[in-house]
């Protein structure tokens, strides 16, 4: 928007000088005047009306250095705006990591404990069917006829 502007400006100073200078030249060209006089004043108004499009010239670079200043700090500030949303977002990302991580090692430490604790009962039980099968064993091994409730031959 502001470089199209500055375009426009330019384009109707440039017309602005132009039309003052070919009003000038034909004012002077029509006027009652000395030939020597006319000239004179043709070249006079000529200097006066370059000066005047030197220092809207120079008025109008100024201008566009300003501009294109600013342009530079605008390009600059979202530079670092960008830069920083970048950092947070690294930054958010790598304390999400870091707290699936945690989790994921608190998880696992449950699970592993519940492994342990159910090997352990396993082993317990095969441990105790290993006794009881082994207490029924001898117990078949010791008995007697007599032992067995039944009444003693004799």
Request: hydrophobic share 35%; net charge negative.
């Amino acid at each position: 928007m502001g470089d199209n502007n500055g375009g426009e400006t330019s384009a109707f100073l440039a017309g602005f000088i132009l039309g003052g200078l070919v009003g000038a030249a034909v004012a002077m060209i029509l006027a009652p005047a000395s030939g020597e006089e006319t000239r004179r004043q043709i070249r006079d108004k000529g200097l006066e009306l370059r000066d005047r499009a030197e220092d809207l010239a120079e008025e109008a670079r100024k201008r566009a250095e300003e501009a294109a200043e600013e342009a530079r700090k605008r390009a600059v500030d979202l530079s670092d705006e960008t830069r920083k949303r970048a950092e947070q977002a690294t930054e958010e990302a790598r304390k999400r990591a870091e707290e699936l991580q945690e989790r994921g090692r608190v998880i696992l430490e449950e699970q592993k404990t519940r492994l342990t604790t159910a090997v352990e009962e396993g082993k317990k039980a095969a441990a105790k069917a290993r006794k009881d099968m082994a207490g029924d064993g001898q117990e078949a091994e010791g008995e007697s006829p007599d032992a067995s409730g039944g009444q003693a031959e004799g």
